[in-house]
């Protein structure tokens, strides 16, 4: 094979690098390809219907408390299954979009970030976050207190420059071109987002902060995935014989 070069399963030749590239047939059975994207999508369901209903039944609030404090809390094993869950998940979706884009640098990075950050998601599940008081400060911290907060960091951190490095892609990859402009917004919100959460600390708000933040984050996964079960449908229909 040519330097610079990839190829489809049809037999032809796109840019890998530089240029918008055509719409090619994806490098695996289109139907795996969509039930990946299937248990993202309920992954993260999973996780948001946790973060919004637990706090009804347990000893956090809703409004004031962080999301993570409610592994600690009344019934605080299902967070913990949301955090594995919404990582697993993730690590799911990174891999179906790059399977479902182009092959250039971005689609490399962009996934590898994503994945990156599914597995800090699921590391926030292993350390369990330390108490916080509603000045926002931690009483006695912790190795597993503090790991929780250095890991949720660098995986926000991750995530964000992967939604922006993918937002790139897509737009260059014809299949997705018409998804980008919502990708590179739903990136900059994440990213307004970010800032707003950490101005708000100590807020008697905090709570709905992260939770609106997350919130962002989780519908632009949801999006992806839903695009890719999309491009699987098509994949599916101008080849059926790949399906049995």
């Known amino acids: 094979m040519r330097e610079g070069v990839s190829f489809s399963k049809a037999g032809r030749e796109f840019p890998s690098e530089g240029r918008t590239v055509s719409a090619s047939t994806i490098r695996v059975e289109p139907r795996r390809l969509k039930l990946i994207a299937t248990v993202a999508i309920v992954g993260w369901a999973f996780f948001a219907a946790i973060a919004l209903l637990l706090p009804l039944v347990s000893e956090y609030s809703l409004t004031a408390d962080h999301i993570s404090e409610l592994a600690v809390g009344r019934y605080g094993y299902l967070q913990i299954v949301a955090f594995f869950a ?19 640098w971005g689609s490399r990075l962009g996934s590898a970030l994503m994945g990156l950050y599914g597995v800090g998601i699921i590391l926030t599940g292993i350390f369990p976050t330390d108490e916080v008081d509603p000045a926002g400060r931690v009483g006695s911290p912790t190795i597993a207190g503090t790991a929780h907060s250095v890991v949720s960091f660098l995986a926000f951190m991750l995530g964000l420059a992967g939604v922006f490095v993918l937002s790139r892609t897509f737009k260059r990859d014809a299949r997705w071109r018409a998804f980008w ?3 590179l917004a739903l990136a900059f919100a994440v990213l307004v987002g970010f800032i707003v959460l950490a101005l708000s600390a100590g807020t008697a708000w905090i709570g709905v902060i992260q939770r609106i933040f997350n919130g962002t984050i ?7 995935a839903f695009r890719i079960r999309s491009i699987s449908k098509g994949a599916s229909t101008e080849h059926p014989s790949r399906v049995r």
């Open 86 to 104: 919404a990582g697993f998940g993730t690590l799911a979706l990174a891999w179906a979009v790059r399977e479902a884009t182009n092959g250039s």
């Open 181 to 183: 402009p919502w990708s």
């Open 218 to 224: 989780i519908l632009w996964l949801v999006l992806v």
